[in-house]
C-alpha cells in the first residue's frame, strides 16, 4: 500500500510519465522490489501512457523478497522490549527506555561477529570484568547507540516500522514469490552484503535466480548489515 501511494503521487501529483530507476537499501530495498513489482512490467499495476513498464530499472540493496522468520523475530524482539517499558501502557510516547533497547537489540543485528571483535574484543573502561560493574566497550556502544535513537525515534512509529517490515511479501495475494518475481522483466540489479547476518547473502541470489534480468553485486565487508552504508566505494 505504501509504494501503490507514492507511485500513485508521482503520477496524478507530480506528473512524472516515467521512473528511470528506483534504489533503496535494507526497508528501502523492500520498497524498491515492491516498485519492480506493481511498475517493472508492461503488465503490471502501473504503465506508461504508451504501454512500457513505468519504472525502468531498480537497485535492492540488502533485503529479501519477503521478511523471514529470521527478521520477524528480531522485530519481535525489539517491540517487545518496548511493549515492557512501564510507559508504554499509560503513554506509550515516553516508553524511551523500551526503544532503546530496542535500537541496541537492532544494532546487534545490522553487524557481524568479526566486526563488532575486530572493533571491541573484551576491551573494557574499568578493571572490574564480572557483573553489573563491568564497563565493556561493547556494552557502552550500544548503551549510546540507545540513547542517541531516542530523540530521532518515537516508540509507537518504531512499532509499526517494524510491523510493516515483517509484512513485507512480494508475492502476498500474486501467486507465490517465484511466480511474480518472473513477470518482472525491466533490469534489477541485487546488492547484498557477504558477512550480513539480518538479510544473508542466499535471500539475494534467491532473488536473481527468479528475476529474468538482474545481476548481483556483493559488497564484500565485515560491517555486516550496515556495510550497505559504510562500504560507500563499493556501493558507488
Not at 46 to 68: E, F, K, W
Request: charged letters at 20%.
Amino acid at each position: 500500500d505504501t509504494v501503490r501511494m507514492q507511485l500513485l503521487f508521482l503520477k496524478e501529483e507530480l506528473k512524472a510519465t516515467s521512473i528511470k530507476c528506483v534504489i533503496g537499501g535494507s526497508f528501502g530495498g523492500m520498497q524498491a522490489m515492491e516498485f519492480a513489482v506493481q511498475a517493472g512490467s508492461a503488465h503490471g499495476e502501473h504503465t506508461t501512457i504508451s504501454g512500457g513498464p513505468y519504472v525502468r530499472s531498480v537497485v535492492a540493496i540488502a533485503c529479501g523478497s519477503a521478511h523471514a522468520a529470521w527478521q520477524i523475530a528480531f522485530s519481535e524482539s525489539q517491540r517487545q522490549a518496548i511493549y515492557a517499558d512501564a510507559n508504554w501502557d499509560t503513554n506509550p510516547l515516553e516508553a524511551k527506555k523500551g526503544l532503546a533497547v530496542a535500537r541496541q537489540i537492532a544494532m546487534i543485528s545490522y553487524r557481524s561477529y568479526k566486526g563488532y571483535q575486530e572493533k571491541f574484543g573484551r576491551k573494557a573502561k574499568t578493571n572490574t570484568l564480572y557483573g553489573s560493574s563491568a564497563q565493556y566497550e561493547m556494552k557502552s556502544y550500544l548503551e549510546y547507540q540507545g540513547q542517541k535513537f531516542i530523540p530521532r525515534f518515537d516508540p509507537i512509529t518504531y512499532i509499526k516500522m517494524t510491523e510493516q517490515m515483517d509484512s513485507h511479501n512480494v508475492g502476498r495475494n500474486r501467486g507465490g514469490i517465484a511466480s511474480t518475481l518472473q513477470t518482472v522483466h525491466i533490469p534489477v540489479m541485487v546488492m547484498g552484503i557477504d558477512s550480513d547476518i539480518l538479510y544473508p547473502l542466499r535471500e539475494q541470489e534467491e532473488m536473481v535466480s527468479l528475476l529474468p534480468n538482474a545481476e548481483l553485486r556483493v559488497i564484500h565487508s565485515d560491517a555486516g548489515h550496515d556495510g550497505f552504508l559504510l562500504e560507500q566505494d563499493q556501493v558507488g
